[in-house]
């Protein structure tokens, strides 16, 4: 225990408190079980920490623990928790659970023996709470953390601090916000910075082949970790999924073809419907789904998308990523954290709101869109909202 303890008080100690995210504001923290979910590399830890030192310092009645660590190859986290307990602990924060086999069912058992016990826990995005070990929905509050958008990246790496803007503020008052930004920095290149190593917080710690090399590692610890552990994925499949992720990097978006995908990848037909919707879970895919269809293992998406823009510039090379790819994949991956997002038959996204959303370059005709109502071309390489067309890197400042 007190080898623990000095583990812990090291990672507050060390944590950094030059960037803080929105969300540390926003989080439900006060709950007594909460629970952080997304993808390897976003920032959960950090987003502990912080709030860790910020609240309780290096109090006693608070303690960080990672499941990850060696302690747990011989002792039981049920009674670290009751040691702690007994010891005038009150606030335990739990990192990496998905890697503890039966966290779920001792994180219940201490939620209910414990009353006045606190526990934040975080785990990869593929955890599903209500079908561990023990049915924690009913226990626990969820919370999802995505990558940093364009206006944290703006925030951690360039001191650049921009209010939240919603989508409708975005596409009505769209000048007003471009002419607001900081006359220092134009946005273009750094938004082609954000595009190729920009979602992921760990920028920090190195950039170029650094970066790179450190999102090929999370995306191989997803695929033979995150997916062998909870979808008991065969380890022969580990280089069709490579393959399939690749293929999916290169080609534009589009409906697709699922035995053009099989054929090429090596994997069956059900099995590849299966294995999208694994690897969505895992952040590794967004998959566009029609409004009007439910949603199953073996529905076949309207698009199938790469999580964010930096995964294809890791997976794919400069030459085969397609500009449009890039586009629609950045506009995906921001929308969707502030709304449910759905095909559309004339044009790219739909929100649950009723607007529609184009996405082009600068060039591109708004035909597809005309007639429309609330409907808006998102454009690359637009100095100025023009109509309803409008600079598309306004759409990351979302979150």
Not at 168 to 190: C, G, Q, R
Not at 238 to 259: C, D, E, G
Request: proline share 4%; hydrophobic share 40%; glycine share 8%.
């Amino acid at each position: 225990m007190e080898n623990l303890r000095l583990r812990s008080n090291e990672r507050i100690a060390r944590v950094a408190q030059t960037f803080e995210r929105d969300e540390i504001n926003k989080m439900p923290w006060q709950t007594r079980l909460l629970g952080i979910r997304g993808a390897r590399g976003v920032g959960k830890t950090t987003l502990m920490l912080q709030y860790l030192r910020n609240t309780h310092g290096f109090s006693e009645q608070a303690l960080y623990v990672s499941l990850d660590d060696f302690y747990f190859a011989g002792n039981n986290l049920s009674e670290l928790i009751g040691t702690f307990v007994r010891n005038g602990g009150k606030h335990i924060f739990l990192d990496e659970v998905h890697r503890y086999p039966t966290w779920a069912i001792e994180v219940k058992n201490a939620n209910d023996l414990y009353p006045d016990l606190q526990i934040i826990f975080s785990g990869s995005s593929i955890i599903e709470i209500n079908k561990a070990n023990a049915d924690l929905s009913r226990r626990a509050l969820i919370r999802e953390l995505a990558g940093l958008s364009f206006r944290q990246f703006l925030g951690l790496k360039y001191g650049v601090r921009i209010p939240v803007c919603a989508l409708d503020e975005v596409l009505k008052n769209a000048n007003d916000i471009v002419t607001s930004f900081p006359t220092e920095i134009k946005p273009y290149p750094v938004f082609r910075e954000y595009l190729k190593q920009g979602y992921y917080p760990f920028f920090v710690e190195g950039e170029g082949d650094i970066y790179q090399e450190r999102v090929s590692n999370m995306i191989r610890a997803v695929v033979e970790n995150d997916l062998v552990f909870y979808k008991n994925i065969d380890i022969g499949q580990y280089r069709k999924i490579y393959q399939l992720l690749t293929i999916l990097a290169s080609t534009p978006p589009f409906k697709p073809n699922i035995q053009r995908l099989s054929e090429r990848s090596g994997i069956a037909r059900t099995t590849l419907l299966q294995y999208l919707h694994y690897l969505e879970a895992t952040r590794l895919l967004a998959l566009l789904q029609n409004s009007d269809k439910g949603i199953s293992l073996l529905q076949k998406p309207e698009k199938v998308f790469l999580d964010n823009p930096n995964l294809l510039f890791t997976l794919g090379t400069d030459r085969e990523i397609h500009e449009g790819t890039v586009r629609e994949t950045f506009v995906f991956s921001q929308l969707r954290q502030q709304s449910a997002v759905f095909s559309h038959e004339k044009a790219d996204f739909q929100l649950t709101n009723g607007t529609v959303l184009e996405v082009g370059g600068k060039n591109k005709g708004a035909e597809q869109i005309t007639g429309l109502p609330d409907a808006w071309l998102l454009a690359d390489n637009l100095d100025f909202a023009v109509g309803r067309k409008v600079p598309i890197w306004l759409v990351g400042l979302l979150y």
